[in-house]
């Protein structure tokens, strides 16, 4: 099988560093100088055009280096994505629970990306949005490199229709189809977003799909595209998604747990195709529950 070995890309930030390995102790300060020193002698970190760099060249604040991340031991995860459409300018993808998008973390090769590659050989694929690890469903991806412009703008530009489905608590005593706007920014730890005070940055639109007993199906549409803002508004309803591992509260799981799917679902993406003025429409073949 075509093994894909996907550089993550790092811009360079302002800061006091004179040379690169410097800075990249800096940036990363869990990776000891030595693993840096070793991947630079084994040219696994490279500039925007793939050139190896040495680690005395200057930190050069907006430049773009690329570098190949290491994991020991990395865990597998044994659900699989589906392809649901392809053709020379997209790939839709149906994502399973627990598989992240892109490399992060522990997980470089077990990514929807690095399965996409190896499954197609092709490398200019590239990830059009994100949906978290936990969540479930579609996700688009641009195979080619010249039309990949076109089809960002409509995220850009908000010209995407997403729904979301989710299994949370019963809100009773609330009128629906409800919004949800408020301020959403990073919150504690780094990894969670709260609500905060200030101008609204986040909306959400919130409807029910089916009643039963205490668990309700609900229909998510995220009008604006912050980091968890569903997950954060169906919390602050008072009615977080089942599963949930870091709304109301942070719970302590285990990376290879996987008992309690997030029940979040991006079940729908439709939009106009920029390149043949069409309307596309894809839904996710995946349940919840």
Same mark, same amino acid.
């Given at each position: 099988?075509?093994?894909?070995?996907?550089?993550? /890309?790092?811009?360079?930030?302002?800061?006091?560093?004179? #040379?690169?390995?410097?800075?990249?102790?800096?940036?990363?300060? $869990?990776?000891?100088?030595?693993?840096?020193? &070793?991947?630079?002698?084994?040219?696994?970190?490279?500039?925007?055009?793939?050139?190896?760099?040495?680690?005395?060249?200057?930190?050069?604040?907006?430049?773009?280096?690329?570098?190949?991340?290491?994991?020991?031991?990395?865990?597998?995860?044994?659900?699989?994505?589906?392809?649901?459409?392809?053709? !020379?300018?997209?790939?839709?993808?149906?994502?399973?629970?627990?598989?992240?998008?892109?490399?992060?973390?522990?997980?470089?090769?077990?990514?929807?990306?690095?399965?996409?590659?190896?499954?197609?050989?092709?490398?200019?694929?590239?990830?059009?949005? /994100?949906? !978290?690890?936990?969540?479930?469903?579609?996700?688009?991806?641009?195979?080619?490199?010249?039309?990949?412009? #076109?089809?960002?703008?409509?995220?850009?530009?908000?010209?995407?229709?997403?729904?979301?489905?989710?299994?949370?608590?019963?809100?009773?005593?609330?009128?629906?189809?409800?919004?949800?706007?408020?301020?959403? $920014?990073?919150?504690?730890?780094?990894?969670?977003?709260?609500?905060?005070?200030?101008? $609204?940055?986040?909306?959400?639109?919130?409807?029910?799909?089916? /009643?039963?007993?205490?668990?309700?199906?609900?229909?998510?549409?995220?009008?604006?595209?912050?980091?968890?803002?569903?997950?954060?508004?169906?919390?602050?309803?008072?009615?977080?998604?089942?599963? !949930?591992?870091?709304?109301?509260?942070?719970?302590?799981?285990? $990376?290879?747990?996987?008992?309690?799917?997030?029940?979040?679902?991006?079940?729908?993406?439709?939009?106009? &195709?920029?390149?043949?003025?069409?309307?596309?429409?894809?839904?996710?073949?995946?349940?919840?529950?």
């Amino acid at each position: 099988m075509f093994e894909p070995e996907l550089p993550s /890309r790092l811009q360079l930030a302002p800061g006091p560093w004179t #040379s690169l390995l410097d800075g990249l102790c800096a940036r990363f300060p $869990a990776i000891p100088p030595a693993l840096w020193l &070793d991947r630079f002698a084994r040219g696994r970190v490279l500039d925007s055009d793939g050139q190896p760099l040495l680690p005395t060249q200057p930190w050069r604040a907006g430049q773009e280096i690329q570098y190949f991340r290491e994991v020991a031991d990395e865990p597998e995860v044994p659900f699989a994505e589906q392809i649901l459409h392809q053709d !020379d300018d997209l790939l839709v993808a149906d994502k399973p629970h627990f598989l992240a998008v892109t490399p992060a973390g522990r997980f470089v090769r077990q990514t929807l990306l690095a399965r996409l590659v190896a499954r197609t050989g092709n490398r200019d694929l590239v990830p059009l949005h /994100r949906i !978290d690890r936990g969540t479930a469903g579609l996700v688009l991806f641009s195979c080619n490199p010249g039309t990949r412009g #076109s089809y960002q703008r409509l995220f850009a530009e908000r010209r995407i229709d997403k729904g979301y489905e989710a299994l949370a608590p019963a809100l009773h005593g609330h009128v629906f189809p409800l919004q949800r706007s408020s301020r959403i $920014a990073r919150g504690e730890p780094f990894f969670r977003m709260a609500e905060q005070a200030g101008q $609204a940055n986040a909306l959400s639109r919130i409807d029910v799909i089916a /009643r039963r007993g205490e668990v309700w199906r609900y229909g998510l549409e995220p009008v604006s595209g912050r980091k968890h803002q569903l997950r954060v508004h169906m919390a602050a309803l008072g009615a977080p998604i089942i599963g !949930d591992e870091y709304y109301p509260q942070v719970l302590e799981r285990a $990376a290879d747990d996987y008992r309690h799917p997030l029940q979040l679902l991006a079940r729908r993406l439709a939009f106009i &195709d920029p390149l043949s003025g069409q309307r596309r429409e894809f839904r996710s073949a995946r349940e919840l529950g």
